[in-house]
C-alpha cells in the first residue's frame, strides 16, 4: 500500500484560490489511479475529482466542474488540486486516495486501498 500526505490546506476568502498536494511513498506512484475527496462536519464523504494512473482521463464532481483542476506529477509523486473561485460551500476536510484500480464504483464508492489523514480547507464567506 502506498502511503498518502496531504498539505496545502488552509483559510481562504470567497473567489480565492488554493493547491491542495497530495505526496506518495512506499509504491510506483506512477502506477496508480488518485483521487481527492472531501467530507465536512456533520456529512458523508463525497466525490471531488479522480485522474488515472497516466493522468490521461479525469472526472469531476459536478460541485467543482470548471473551478477545480486535478493532476499529476509522476516525477514528483504528487498530485495536486487547483482549487479556484472557491466558494463556502467548499469547506471540508479534504482527503487524497490511491489505487492500482479505479472504476466508476471506485471512484463513486470511495472504495481506493489508500488514503491520506486530510488537510482542512476553510473558505470564509
Known amino acids: 500500500q502506498v502511503q498518502l500526505v496531504e498539505s496545502g490546506g488552509g483559510l481562504v476568502q470567497a473567489g480565492g484560490s488554493l493547491r491542495l498536494s497530495c505526496t506518495a511513498s512506499?509504491?510506483?506512484?506512477?502506477?496508480?489511479?488518485m483521487a481527492w475527496y472531501r467530507q465536512a462536519p456533520g456529512k458523508e464523504r463525497d466525490f471531488v475529482a479522480a485522474?488515472?494512473?497516466?493522468?490521461?482521463?479525469?472526472y469531476y464532481a459536478d460541485s467543482v466542474k470548471g473551478r477545480f483542476t486535478i493532476s499529476k506529477d509522476n516525477a514528483k509523486n504528487t498530485m495536486y488540486l487547483q482549487m479556484n473561485n472557491l466558494k463556502a460551500e467548499d469547506t471540508a476536510v479534504y482527503y487524497c486516495?490511491?489505487?492500482?484500480?479505479?472504476?466508476?464504483?471506485?471512484?463513486?464508492?470511495?472504495?481506493?486501498?489508500?488514503w491520506g489523514q486530510g488537510t482542512q480547507v476553510t473558505v470564509s464567506s
Open positions: 485522474i488515472t494512473w497516466s493522468g490521461g482521463s479525469k
Open positions: 512506499g509504491g510506483t506512484f506512477s502506477s496508480y489511479a
Open positions: 486516495a490511491a489505487d492500482k484500480e479505479m472504476t466508476k464504483a471506485t471512484m463513486y464508492g470511495a472504495n481506493f486501498g489508500s
